[in-house]
Antibody
């Protein structure tokens, strides 16, 4: 059974940093691209960052480019999101998501349960 | 980059059928999309991947009340025999070479 468990969310001040983790199980982690998707309170889904199965290529939304970095440790079956220079508008539930294949070209086919990040003073 | 447009809300009666629409920007009318369901207070759930031809692949464990179809730039999700648990937000997703986008979502109310 595919499972993904996010952790690392919490309350942080504007300008601060946070690192999210997503521990994956139930599938061959290195064979699948992964992504982070967020959802601000009462709003829709917003794609944040993605990474292919090998880790060689990463992609990020313009809204987080230069501030957030996605990475993965295939030996630990874990996806990460390093978030720096956080802003109030980054407040959201952050979901870890698995793609249907190892490359960027494919749909998200599984979602984690999410972790809440609140940016406030 | 592609843009996905969805109606903000829809409603239908228990036991009836409803057809939700996701419209691709004209330059991207041939793109594949995916449909996702988000029940209140829960994480999203993948429903299906839908091609411009109308061919679709369902997620595992889903009832066959859900189906997909396409016409030009429009991608449809049809839910038949509506149940109370179908009341949810429905999002479409697509991607190109360096980005991924979601539609604004449709809130479905089951009357």
């Amino acid at each position: 059974e595919v499972q993904m468990m996010e952790s690392g969310g919490g309350l942080v001040q504007p300008g601060g940093s946070l690192r999210l983790s997503c521990a994956a199980s139930g599938f061959t982690f290195t064979s699948y691209a992964m992504s982070w998707v967020r959802q601000a309170p009462g709003k829709g889904l917003e794609w944040v960052s993605g990474i292919v199965g090998s880790g060689d290529n990463t992609y990020s939304a313009d809204s987080v480019k230069g501030r957030f970095t996605i990475s993965r440790d295939n030996s630990k079956n874990t996806l990460y999101l390093q978030m720096n220079r956080l802003r109030a508008e980054d407040t959201a539930v952050y979901y870890c998501a698995k793609f249907e294949g190892s490359v960027w070209d494919g749909a998200i086919d599984y979602w984690g349960q999410g972790t809440l990040v609140t940016v406030s003073s | 980059q592609p843009v996905l447009t969805q109606s903000s809300s829809a409603s239908a009666s228990l036991g009836s059928s409803v057809k939700l629409t996701c419209t691709l920007s004209s330059r991207h009318s041939s793109y594949i999309i995916a449909w996702h369901q988000q029940q209140p207070g829960k994480a999203p759930r993948y429903l299906m991947k839908l091609e411009g031809s109308g061919s679709y692949n369902m997620g595992s464990g889903l009832p066959d009340r859900f189906s997909g179809s396409s016409s030009g730039a429009d991608r449809y999700l049809t839910i038949s025999n509506l149940q109370s648990e179908d009341e949810a937000d429905y999002y479409c997703e697509t991607w190109d070479s360096h980005t991924r986008v979601f539609g604004g979502g449709t809130k479905l109310t089951v009357l």
